[in-house]
């Protein structure tokens, strides 16, 4: 059975630093998603992570997947409050099933 | 484009009530999905349909059941509601191919948040 783990589930952090929020996984996967959540609303795409050594990038975020350690990063840059929110990160079962498995969300406060 | 639309919004029901959460998506996409929303719980999928005329349990479908009315439509029915069954009720749908490259990103609706007391 595939299980997700995200660390930390919650992050408090100052305008300008650096962090990293981190995505394991239990079972064979090669496809990893993250989302946002902002408080009271839907979730949003992000990323979509392919294959191992997958990097993606957009403006303060960056993502990468690297299948054999089973483990996804998602590093922010020079953090602003506009980025507070709730981050996924949901892998697809094998077996082109198309089902996801979730994390159970990190939540990051960015403050002034 | 709207996207992916459920109904209602919020919903208040008493232990015993029976209701249906209806989704709806203008995407042509062949894939939906129901999942519930708990605090500290992430989200869990409920139900799962690959296509019109299909349907496949997820995580947790217990005390629900589902119908792929046509390809853009997925509804789910509570038939005897819980307290347990409070929760923010999410619908999603993707598909498999998307410009020629394998992806399954999923879109979500609004949500619905139910109350069960």
């Known amino acids: 059975e595939l299980k997700v783990e995200q660390n930390p589930l919650f992050l408090s952090m100052q305008e300008g630093k650096n962090y990293t929020i981190y995505c394991n996984y239990s079972t064979t996967s090669d496809r990893l998603y993250w989302y946002r959540q902002d408080p009271g609303k839907s979730l949003e795409s992000l990323f979509v992570?392919?294959?191992?050594?997958a990097v993606k990038q957009e403006g303060r975020l960056m993502a990468s997947l690297d299948t054999k350690a089973r483990l996804s990063t998602l590093h922010i840059t020079a953090a602003v409050h506009d980025l507070s929110a709730t981050y996924f990160c949901a892998v697809e079962t094998q077996g082109g099933s198309e089902k996801l498995v979730f994390g159970k969300g990190t939540k990051l406060t960015v403050n002034p | 484009n709207a996207g992916v639309t459920q109904t209602p919004k919020f919903q208040v029901l008493k232990t015993g009530q029976s209701m249906t959460l209806q989704c709806a998506q203008d995407?042509?996409?062949?894939?939906m999905y129901w999942y519930r929303q708990d605090p500290g719980m992430g989200l869990r999928l409920i139900y799962y349909s690959a296509s019109e005329g299909t349907t496949d349990k997820g995580e947790v479908p217990n005390g629900y059941n589902v119908s792929r009315l046509n390809k853009r439509e997925f509804s789910l029915r509570l038939e005897s509601a819980a307290p347990s069954q409070t929760s923010v009720y999410f619908c999603a749908s993707s598909e498999r191919i998307a410009g020629g490259i394998a992806k399954n990103i999923q879109y979500f609706g609004a949500g619905t948040r139910l109350s069960v007391l």
């Open positions: 992570l392919l294959s191992n050594g």
């Open positions: 995407m042509n996409h062949n894939s």
